[in-house]
């Protein structure tokens, strides 16, 4: 007779009298040294043997967590050989590794097998959605994880994945008003008797950060990075977060926890170099940015922030192959031609610094600083009446602190007065406004002020 | 003009004289007249064995093309799984220098080089898919068990003259005339370029080589050359190693270096190539023989330090210049780039595919004006085979001007030129998705992928479009296929870390 | 600031003359003199743009250098094509009177997909 595991006799009905080792001769001793106490119709005791399918178990549970999928694959064969496909876990087990190899169709069916073997238990739902959420299918996934959250209250992930998958689905008229999957993921998240647990919370940080939630983005990345505080990935979105809202002390602060528990990652390192180039520290951010190119070095974002701080430090001839390689690599970016057409500028290469404008300009229409670039540009080539009209249409679209001053000056060199004055009150009034001004440009303001006024004097002394 | 007697050549004498003007049809004209009238003129017979040869013979250090069969059902490789920079199925491609986002790739998988090369000996793909490849496409190859070329070569003995074959080797006495040093080198060249016949060209070469008592250089050459073909490649090696021994040629450690390319061994070539240096110092051949294994095993920097040694024994080989021009190119230095293109131009040829190249070098270096005029003619001239690649090449000019319609129309030419041009497929989607008609940009892409499996920005661009539309499990797959044409991209490997999680989460 | 500008003040009466060639001189200059400072139209290097972070774009493919044709492919491919032609002349001759059905078949069922590729429609109506 084998012991059996009081806790663990699964199926109802396998304990068939077909599978006993019928011993019919200890039997016989027994009720004939009893015989005197037995009443004489009972039928003899039959002597069952339990098995247990789920002795393995263990084992193959431990196989599963060390990923030896090769032994724990045998041995769930052999289990599921012996115990003719019954035991609900094995099958469980080898649905997990099905899809953690990447064999959706046989997990799927693996599931589906051990959903009708324990007796409709609606938690295989939950696995079978998600395999259904990764192959795209989220209208089903929807379903399955729907009908697996009845059964699952308390584990979070299926609320998790349930969002996951709503998100997927596409933006539709549904009962007269939007349906807006992301603010329904967003609901499903949002319910307070639902477990804490890092991932739903990060995904829910993102959520919020797209419906432009930011308060409620900024709460759930802190509260995820408090369960999990080495989560590089987190600190990033928290601290792009925090700078986009101008907290920039916080924000750096994020980042450069970050790089100190990884320091390679190129996504860090190249915001803490923007942040440092904004703050005219140049060399630290070159810095900055050897480490992140000796991992990556085809990264267009990367070589442009590079170039910008290569010219800011006046190596031009530098800056141009680093800017270069950078448009390259996206040719499609308009910040990317931007800059080039700045540094030609510089390098006094006109021609060239035209076309990179206009590109910019294809690519992004109606940006007025790519505008007011053309017009500075058209101004050194020479072109004043084009010139004239790219201040303008510039300034019309978004004046620039930066712009307006240069259409100060060009409208001094081409004697128009009037024109200039009112240049420099409309940046006046900028300035009072709170844009941002430059020292560059208070000094300037200065300068023509003073020119202006030295111009009203003179005819006044002639 | 003076009275002078003129001399006319008659005969056999004016046989050789045309043979040794090059003049090969006369000649040959002249030679069946004497043997019409003379049937067993051994001299005239050997003479226009030569001029037939003549007339078809390619080098066979160039001649590198491989049949279906010989590609796939390949028993010679020795390492399956060799470590990266010692076999040429896997070239070094390392985040840092040359790698796909900076450098393109062929169809076959291999990094774009300068010329043109005949070498199809790479499996890319599996066989029922080269077979699928269209005869017409490309970078094809044959689609049968001898190489077509030698196929196409041997059709040049069916339209001989009217007098049908010339040699009839089934009847011809061999042991008779291979023996017989007058005649046979003629004749074993004859089978071997013209006829295209190797077994008997083979049967040539080992009779005459046990006549010359295994002591002449000459036919081990010859019979490796046969071995080469047959595709018995230890053979072809003892005999070129025995034919060292004898006396050192630039031949024969071209060819010993050949066969090690073959076999997939390129350290035992460089090493061949690096003896035969030591024989024959600064040697054009082997120096380009170095130069072509690096550049396969992915060492641009070694290989254009070959070139650059080729140019300066030779200043006008084509390849070199070509080679470490587009190594400049690529790797941001069009200015350079520019003077080996043009040093070309001055050269005097004037193929449509320079004239683009010097447009995108013009280009790159912002000389607009000159780039213009360069692909305008470029243009005018292209002939069918590169029409594909010269109206991508217009679509990326327009692309760096910001004229994205103009861009999609010119990729859209290059696909009617070649439908199976998928760098023009794959930037088309790209710029579709830009747009926002995101299901044309997938179509797009998976025809690019079908198309040329081992794609590195196909695969990619196409995760990211799953990606974004949900469907995980054909991202996973394609990244998993784009990590195995570029193992270190960065991206990459984020996108597969944060994929992972989904599946194994429990 | 203020200090500055009472500065600027008593030397702009002081360099009068300088302020007075720049009237007179030709409009073609790059730059106005004020004070002994240049002004000019200048893009500034700190309204460049920066990247803080990278979007995950789709990567292009690269501009083909077409590799170029060494002579001995360009021979070979000349020597194929001059085969093709005298194999063709005879082939013409002898199929002239055999099969010519068959062929003009096998022509029609080519031409669709040829004609295809000639007049492929390049220019959609939505460009």
Known sequence: MEESNKDEIIGTDVLPNEKDDPQPEPLELETKEEVSVKPPDRPPPKIVEVYDCNASNALMYQYFGQRDYVECKSLIGEIQSKYNEKNEAALHVRGLIARNEGELEEAMECFQKAYEVSGKNKRYYYEMGRCNFLLGRHQIAVEQLKKASEVMKNNPKVWYWLARALYHFPTEMMNGKQFNPVESAKTVLMNPDIGRDSALICFLGRLCEELQDTKGAIAAYQSALKLESDNTDVMIRLGLLLLRMGDEQEGFEKLGNCLAYDPSNSQALLTIGSIMQSHFDHDVALNKYRVAADVCDYNGCLWNNIGIALLARNKAAASHSALKKASFINPLDYKISYNLGVLHDIMNLHCSALHYIKLCTELKPQNAKAVGAMAVILSHMGDNKNARLAYKRSIELQPFPSIVLNYAIFEYRMKDYPAVSKAVKLYKELEAAGSKCSLNNKQTANLLDAVLKQYDQQPAEH | ?506 | MGDLEDGVLHTALGELNISMATETGEGNERFIMAHGVKLEEKLWVDECYLFQDESIAPIFCKPKLIPLKTITTQKLEQMQKEQMEKLQVPEGKEDDTVSVESEGAERDDAQPSTSETKEADVWTADD
Not at chain 2, 8 to 26: D, H, M, S, V
Not at chain 2, 30 to 41: A, H
Not at chain 2, 102 to 118: D, Q
Not at chain 2, 296 to 325: H, M, P, T
């Open chain 2, 1 to 506: 003009m003076s009275d002078d007697p003129v001399i006319e050549f008659t005969g056999f004498i004016k046989a050789c004289r045309l043979f040794r003007e090059n003049r090969l049809p006369e000649a040959e004209v002249v030679c069946t007249n004497l043997l019409r009238k003379n049937p067993l003129d051994q001299a005239t017979w050997a003479l226009k064995l030569q001029c037939l040869s003549d007339s078809t013979y390619v080098d066979e250090l160039e001649n590198e093309d491989m049949g279906l069969a010989e590609t796939f059902l390949d028993q010679n490789v020795i390492a399956p799984s060799a470590r990266p920079g010692t076999s040429f199925q896997r070239p070094k491609t390392t985040a840092k220098g040359i790698n796909p986002i900076l450098r393109p790739s062929t169809n076959a998988g291999r990094p774009l080089s300068g010329v043109v090369r005949p070498q199809s000996a790479f499996k890319s793909g599996s066989m029922d898919q080269a077979v699928r490849t269209a005869r017409t496409a490309k970078t094809a190859r044959a689609v049968s068990s001898t190489s077509a070329r030698n196929m196409r070569l041997g059709t040049a003995s069916m339209a001989a003259g009217a007098d049908g074959e010339f040699v009839n080797l089934a009847r011809i006495k061999l042991p008779k005339y291979a023996a017989d040093p007058q005649v046979n080198r003629q004749l074993f060249e004859y089978v071997f370029y013209f006829v295209n016949d190797i077994k008997v060209a083979h049967e040539i070469a080992g009779i005459a080589s046990k006549a010359a008592e295994f002591e002449d250089y000459y036919w081990k050459n010859q019979l490796a050359k046969c071995y080469l073909r047959l595709g018995m490649l230890q053979d072809a090696t003892k005999q070129l190693q025995s034919s060292l021994q004898q006396r050192k040629l630039i031949e024969t450690f071209a060819l010993l270096a050949k066969t090690y390319n073959r076999v997939d061994q390129p350290m035992a070539a460089l090493r061949t190539y690096a003896e035969g240096l030591d024989a024959f110092s600064e040697d054009v051949t082997m120096l380009t023989g170095m130069a072509r294994v690096q550049e396969a095993l992915g060492e641009y920097e070694l290989s254009i330090n070959f070139y650059k040694r080729v140019l300066d024994a030779q200043s006008n080989n084509i390849e070199a210049i070509a080679c470490v021009a587009t190594t400049y190119y690529y790797g941001g230095k069009p200015e350079i780039a520019l003077r080996y293109y043009r040093r070309i131009l001055q050269m005097g040829v004037s193929s449509p595919e320079l004239f683009m190249n010097i447009g995108l070098c013009c280009l790159a270096a912002q000389q607009f004006d000159f780039a213009l005029s360069s692909i305008i003619r470029a243009q005018a001239t292209m002939t069918e085979d590169v029409a594909a690649d010269v109206w991508y090449n217009i679509g990326q000019v327009m692309v760096d001007v910001g004229d994205l319609p103009s861009a999609a129309r010119a990729y859209r030419l290059a696909l009617t030129h070649d439908p199976d041009h998928s760098e023009s497929l794959v930037n088309l989607g790209i710029l579709r998705h830009r747009e926002g008609r995101t299901d044309e940009a997938r179509s797009l892409f998976g025809s690019a992928i079908s198309k040329n499996p081992l794609m590195f920005e196909g695969n990619y661009n196409l995760a990211l479009v799953c990606a974004a539309q949900g469907k995980y499990h054909e991202c996973r797959r394609l990244i998993e296929r784009a990590l195995e044409a570029f193992p270190d991209h960065d991206h990459c490997k984020r996108m597969l870390n944060s994929l992972k999680p989904l599946y194994e989460a429990i």
